[in-house]
């Protein structure tokens, strides 16, 4: 399951292992395979794999029913796993009926965005009142001072807009884009592992990790970037198997009928315009446009997809991969994804951009016409002088927030959970808010933003894992996976000065689970492993699987805010420091 026959891009033909460059022939002591492949086309356009010829006459299935299985379950497998997803995700989604953590920033900013198209100061009590009159408050004109983009703001407004202002309306666009990215995942995993069943695993995976279950049920915006970047990222994968798929068709084919190595064709062809190279030039420009840091995963995932180019031009037989790069794909490169990703950006400010430059509009709207008249820029539009200064100012907010927080953590802990966010708690009395009558005490209710323990304790390891095989395997799934975490998690280490939080992560929840499943395809074996082999790494994968799939459901009271006796709730708190 985990074979790099599709990953290592070590030209065919290549010297045997002891007429190698030293630091191949030095790597190899730690593991280091990449050794020549003969089939040139399964290494650019591997296929996917299927299940052995001894599984379906075991089970008593036709060749013909097997064949429709095998079809069906591309689709099959990730649809049923978004339907679990779904499910879990929607039920009781109203509860708890209340504006948590957050969501008394977002909710209420969604709401003016899509009445004013710009953010307003609400009364202090505004929370209550909304709860209160079933969302039926008025929107209030003063321009308020927000610190994130629009457009999260504006996806959680949708679902506003269609079933109003209360929990179940602001938190329906999240759950259900929550609910989308597990299927997104499903199919990203299928197409990078070329397996139904790792695909849907890992998609699996995190439907029960328990932190972007929660993220999918609060209105908050880190759950909306987490959807953009791996909808881009989906995009790019799929694009790099395009473009494989073109320089296949482009090679000559000899007398056997097997295809051989150009570097006529791999050192000049064009791939063309791209086209999923744009959508996610599109999709890391919404990510942009609602935190700021998709600016460093735009900026990793434009490196990666150019390493991408350089490894199908050399698999091709390219004598100068990187110079080809450099000329042929660079440019669109750049151009699919920085440019579009800056007016998509722009484009998501048009609601403020509109808005009054008379002092009745967006915050700082008028900037250009008072405090900023005069100065070198002046024959730039006002609304973008007053834009940038707003930006700049945001900025300044952003490098200086050091206010101290109960549940502020540093990145270190975030993957070993260190320090969760409790976003709602109460101490209900027995017989009131679901407390059992006979609890005997007070219970407990809370919603802690807190991925499933079994499951981010795994992808420690199955870090290390992948970072092995990227390293000595030479496997570009491993590296597409070290680099999505990378991108969503190591620029937080720059501003460990800064008031930041463990939720941050859901970002990268996709690439842990994504570590995860090719773990355990590891565990597992490889199908030309015996039976025995099979059998003892089939049990210990289908074990540590149980063990999360437990782990979710034991702490989902924590999850949903359903509550539980004291000493229930005490059990679960299984560090001193989530509590």
């Not at 089939?538 to 699987?545: D, E, M, P």
């Amino acid at each position: 399951m985990t074979s790099t026959a599709s990953s290592t891009d070590i030209r065919q033909g290549r010297a045997p292992h002891d007429e190698r460059p030293a630091w191949q022939q030095r790597l190899r002591r730690f593991g280091y395979t990449a050794g020549p492949r003969s089939d040139l086309r399964d290494r650019l356009v591997p296929p996917y794999a299927e299940p052995g010829p001894r599984l379906w006459p075991a089970l008593g299935v036709s060749p013909r029913l097997a064949e429709r299985i095998t079809r069906w379950s591309a689709w099959g497998g990730p649809l049923l796993v978004t339907l679990m997803a779904g499910l879990l995700r929607f039920w009781n989604l109203g509860s708890p009926r209340k504006v948590i953590f957050d969501e008394t920033y977002y909710a209420k900013d969604a709401w003016a965005l899509v009445h004013r198209g710009f953010e307003v100061n609400w009364d202090k009590n505004a929370n209550d009142l909304i709860i209160q009159a079933n969302g039926h408050v008025a929107v209030p004109t003063d321009a308020a001072y927000v610190v994130h983009p629009p457009v999260g703001k504006y996806v959680i407004g949708i679902g506003e807009l269609v079933f109003g202002l209360d929990p179940f309306g602001w938190r329906f666009m999240t759950a259900l884009l929550g609910t989308v990215s597990v299927l997104l995942l499903c199919r990203i995993g299928r197409r990078m592992f070329r397996s139904t069943f790792l695909g849907c695993l890992a998609g699996a995976l995190m439907a029960v990790d328990g932190l972007h279950f929660v993220m999918s049920r609060t209105a908050l915006l880190d759950g909306v970037l987490m959807f953009f970047v791996l909808a881009a990222f989906g995009c790019l994968v799929i694009d790099r198997d395009r473009t494989r798929e073109r320089l296949a068709a482009a090679l000559p084919v000899d007398a056997d009928g097997r295809l051989r190595p150009d570097d006529g064709v791999a050192d000049t062809l064009r791939f063309g315009l791209r086209p999923w190279r744009w959508a996610a030039g599109v999709l890391l420009g919404l990510a942009i446009g609602t935190k700021w840091n998709g600016l460093y995963i735009l900026a990793a995932f434009c490196l990666m997809a150019l390493v991408w180019d350089v490894g199908a031009r050399k698999v091709a037989g390219a004598r100068h991969p990187y110079l080809a790069v450099l000329k042929y794909d660079t440019g669109i490169t750049f151009l699919a994804t920085v440019p579009v990703a800056v007016a998509v950006y722009l484009l998501s400010w048009t609601g403020w951009i509109l808005s009054p430059a008379d002092g009745s509009g967006g915050y700082f709207r008028n900037w250009a016409a008072t405090d900023g008249k005069g100065g070198s820029w002046t024959f730039l539009p006002d609304w973008l002088r007053s834009l940038w200064h707003y930006e700049h100012e945001v900025y300044k907010f952003h490098v200086g927030l050091s206010s101290p927080h109960t549940y502020q953590s540093n990145p270190w802990s975030w993957l070993v959970l260190g320090r969760p966010v409790s976003y709602f708690y109460e101490s209900p009395s027995p017989g009131a808010d679901g407390c059992p009558a006979d609890a005997g005490q007070k219970c407990a209710r809370e919603v802690l933003a807190i991925g499933t323990p079994l499951l981010w304790w795994a992808a420690c390891a199955a870090i290390l894992y992948v970072l092995w095989r990227w390293a000595f395997r030479r496997d570009w799934r491993a590296g597409a996976i070290a680099c999505g975490i990378a991108a969503g998690y190591l620029p937080w280490f720059m501003y460990q000065q800064r008031t930041i939080f463990l939720f941050y992560a859901v970002v990268f929840v996709p690439f842990l689970c994504l570590a995860v499943a090719m773990l355990i395809g590891a565990i597992v074996g490889p199908a030309r492993s015996t039976d025995s082999r099979r059998v003892i790494g089939a049990t210990a994968a289908g074990v540590l699987v149980l063990l999360i799939a437990w782990n979710f459901i034991y702490f989902w009271p924590l999850y949903t805010g359903t509550a539980i006796p004291l000493d229930d709730w005490r059990s679960r708190m299984w560090i001193d420091t989530w509590v």
